[in-house]
């Protein structure tokens, strides 16, 4: 890796925006791909308003329109929903300098392994797991509630040794540090977006079937008894596809969630927007792992084909 890496922004929504904004202020040399804010962007900037960070603008904004215009970059953090990621996926490869390490900012189990065959073999590629409420409240506006924190796995990639993986984690690890983002490089990818799902299978499901935001799902009895079946069934799961969670992580969570500030998980504005909801990733995946290791998930499985209906319905 150079002295001073060039970093790519697909997707610069809330995540892509939230993480690319703070490196650029942090002196790293940062270039955003944007598809429908492009002309808001170019024009005004990125704004941040952010509890934690203060109100924070970035302007001008390295901004483009096509990808053939980027120059080459060795990482490239992907912020779109994982709905897009098989058409972004020639777009990452245009974008990508020989070598590039591709992080994908998104949930879900398996996104990795779809992605793979999709890319060349000379990328390494890498899981990041935002750990953040964020929201983007206009084209080129992202409201920062809490949290920020982001943890890097590997995937895969060309064949290099276990302390070179290792050293290639802690450089994207120090990039988001220097940029006063709290990070750490995982041992296991999969386990780690297992732990993840733990909070995002109940959270962003009933967030949009009950129309609820996080506080109300957390004081009413009912919800939070389910919602920690939900996250029972989760942490069984991981359990049965060979990764052990942490003993009470589902508690921590629920702690954790008691002390947030009020809040809407992504699924619930991409429905609210009429997007593509990320069942495939969040739902459908871990389902199928689940049920290949003779696991049974019934409230999620319900809670998935409510989400269904709910999409395939005309609005």
Not at 22 to 39: I, M, N, Q, T, Y
Not at 126 to 139: E, F, K, Q
């Amino acid at each position: 890796m150079s002295a001073s890496p060039r970093i790519g922004i697909i997707g610069a929504g809330a995540i892509g925006g939230f993480y690319g904004l703070l490196l650029a202020r942090a002196g790293f040399d940062v270039h955003f791909l944007l598809r429908s804010e492009f002309d808001a962007v170019a024009r005004q900037g990125l704004q941040l308003n952010s509890a934690v960070h203060g109100a924070l603008r970035l302007q001008p904004v390295q901004a483009y329109r096509s990808a053939a215009e980027m120059p080459p970059c060795d990482w490239l953090l992907v912020g779109a929903k994982t709905t897009s990621n098989a058409e972004l996926a020639p777009l990452i490869a245009q974008v990508a300098a020989p070598g590039a390490k591709v992080v994908l900012l998104q949930n879900g189990l398996a996104v990795e392994d779809e992605l793979r065959p999709l890319l060349p073999d000379h990328l390494h590629l890498l899981g990041g797991l935002c750990y953040i409420c964020v929201h983007r409240s206009a084209p080129g506006v992202i409201e920062h509630q809490s949290l920020g924190a982001i943890n890097l796995g590997y995937h895969s990639g060309p064949e290099i040794s276990a302390d070179e993986r290792q050293g290639l984690l802690e450089a994207g690890v120090a990039l988001f540090k220097q940029a006063g983002l709290d990070s750490i490089a995982m041992a296991e990818l999969e386990q780690a977006r297992w732990q993840k799902l733990v909070w995002n299978v109940p959270y962003n499901g009933l967030s949009v079937l009950l129309n609820s935001h996080t506080t109300d799902l957390m004081r009413n009895p009912d919800s939070r008894t389910l919602i920690e079946a939900i996250m029972q069934e989760v942490v069984d799961a991981a359990t049965a596809c060979g990764h052990s969670l942490p003993p009470g992580f589902a508690g921590k969570l629920l702690a954790a969630t008691d002390r947030m500030p009020d809040y809407l998980p992504s699924m619930y504005h991409d429905f609210a927007l009429g997007r593509p909801m990320e069942l495939h990733a969040i739902y459908a995946a871990p389902l199928a792992a689940a049920a290949q290791a003779g696991c049974a998930m019934p409230r999620t499985q319900m809670l998935y084909q409510a989400l269904r209906f709910l999409e395939q319905r005309p609005r």
